[in-house]
């Protein structure tokens, strides 16, 4: 018998000054039996970062075709495309044909050895985008992780903060290979 995905919901209210987008997103987390809440979390701010009205998670680790999360425009054609971890550079160039921008949001210790594998794989890549979140920061935000949320997020001039309730995590997000 298959294990179930566990449901997590999250308020989560959004302060965007860099981008002047501020609104209140009711989300619903479906986290698979083998994703840590770290992940999960790395997927909320990834949400957080790039919140849009047809923003929505995607099936992610359980699902090979779909992305952590997207956002695909009134025809169904995949506008952004967000993965959450290290994924192979196979799946990031297949994902690269099919949306006009690709996110990876990198996180964990040994994000610095995947990326010196998949740098010069993924050099032709002109749609891709790879942020890495230091291992501390993204360790910090699994300790917002309840089944029930209330965060704030905050970002502005490149820095974000996301809390809930007393804890604050700031996030320095480094970006390793921008749109070219």
């Known amino acids: 018998m298959a294990l179930k995905s566990i449901i997590y919901k999250a308020e989560l209210n959004i302060s965007d000054m860099d981008r002047g987008y501020?609104?209140?997103h009711n989300l619903t987390i479906a986290r698979h039996p083998s994703e840590t809440d770290e992940r999960m979390m790395v997927r909320v701010l990834a949400?957080?970062?790039?919140?849009a009205e047809r923003l929505e998670f995607g099936k992610g680790i359980s699902d090979t075709e779909e992305p952590d999360l997207w956002e695909?425009?009134?025809?169904d054609a995949i506008q952004t495309w967000i993965e959450v971890g290290q994924p192979d550079d196979r799946r990031l160039l297949k994902a690269c044909g099919r949306s006009d921008k690709v996110y990876v949001y990198s996180y964990a210790s040994a994000s610095d050895v995947w990326w010196k594998q998949m740098n010069s794989r993924l050099d032709r890549a002109k749609n891709l985008c790879v942020r890495n979140i230091p291992s501390e920061q993204s360790q910090?935000?699994?300790k917002l992780a309840q089944r029930t949320m209330q965060l704030q997020c905050t970002i502005q001039d490149g820095q974000i903060w996301l809390s809930a309730g007393e804890l604050?995590?700031?996030i320095d997000v480094e970006t390793l290979k921008d749109f070219s």
């Open 47 to 51: 949400f957080a970062i790039h919140a």
């Open 168 to 170: 604050s995590v700031q």
């Open 140 to 142: 910090a935000l699994e």
């Open 72 to 75: 695909k425009d009134y025809t």
């Open 22 to 24: 501020y609104a209140d």
